[in-house]
């Protein structure tokens, strides 16, 4: 694994002196620059994007709290506080610091954060090498899909990567139930367990084929492979029963490609 690279952050010349000679000697870690202040925080976070932070609260002008705040969410690294004072420490935690540690740090105090940080950076690194893998995946399906002569999108979906942080799980579409989408992520249904998974619903849809899943609903597709009925309540309304068990709404809009496509092709009951 790469070095950790990290920035150091006091306004005390001899805590920053101590704090970079305790890292140093740990051949995992580097640091890649100390800062004197807040503002040079800001500066040197921004254009390093290291992915540790060892960074002290009680600063002149701009504190450890503020240096955050003006921070942007996609280059924030792991960050541990060091201060003097311990009256901090539950803001720091509000704010999501890995460690929170109180001078004069001790080197084995500051081994167990340095541990927890390098377990959390690794867990960082892997879900960016999902995202990067599942990029370039997506990539290769598109261009078979083409050079075997049909479009984007005609191009069907086999398998889904999922990042869960401390590994990567491969999820068959053919085991998928439903699909149920929020936002700019959906939530996949699988053999009983749920994964997340970041790309919009309408997106994910058309990466699947059309005559296996279909959308029900403005937020749930499903697997007609998986549907054990398609059923009519006593108001008029209808709703799927999946192999499980689990029932799902559909609208009236989407009812009739659903009750078409449903009983022609897997012969379910309406």
Not at 130 to 149: D, K, N, W, Y
Not at 170 to 193: N, P, Q
Not at 242 to 249: D, E, I, M, V, Y
């Amino acid at each position: 694994m790469d070095r950790i690279r990290t920035i150091i952050v006091d306004d005390e010349p001899l805590a920053r002196r101590g704090l970079a000679t305790l890292v140093e000697r740990r051949e995992e870690f580097a640091v890649a620059a100390v800062c004197a202040d807040g503002r040079e925080a800001i500066a040197r976070i921004a254009g390093l994007k290291p992915d540790l932070v060892l960074l002290d609260i009680q600063m002149p002008e701009i504190s450890g709290f503020d240096v955050l705040e003006r921070i942007p969410p996609d280059v924030l690294p792991v960050v541990i506080f060091v201060t003097a004072y311990d009256e901090h420490a539950i803001r720091a935690f509000e704010v999501r610091a890995l460690d929170y540690l109180l001078k004069p740090v001790s080197e084995k105090r500051l081994d167990e954060a340095l541990d927890r940080a390098a377990s959390r950076v690794r867990d960082r690194r892997l879900a960016e090498y999902g995202a990067v893998l599942a990029s370039a995946v997506a990539e290769i399906q598109h261009e078979r899909g083409t050079t075997a002569g049909g479009s984007a999108g005609e191009r069907r979906l086999e398998r889904i990567m999922i990042s869960t942080g401390a590994a990567i799980q491969f999820v068959d579409v053919a085991d998928i139930e439903w699909v149920e989408g929020a936002d700019y992520y959906v939530t996949l249904h699988a053999g009983g367990k749920e994964y997340l998974y970041r790309e919009s619903l309408k997106h994910l849809e058309e990466r699947l084929d059309p005559g296996q899943f279909i959308r029900i609903h403005v937020s749930a597709i499903v697997n007609l492979a998986k549907v054990k009925e398609i059923r009519r309540t006593l108001r008029g309304e209808y709703q799927v029963v999946l192999a499980g068990g689990h029932k799902l709404p559909v609208s009236r809009r989407r009812r009739k490609d659903l009750i078409n496509l449903g009983v022609t092709r897997f012969g379910l009951r309406a």
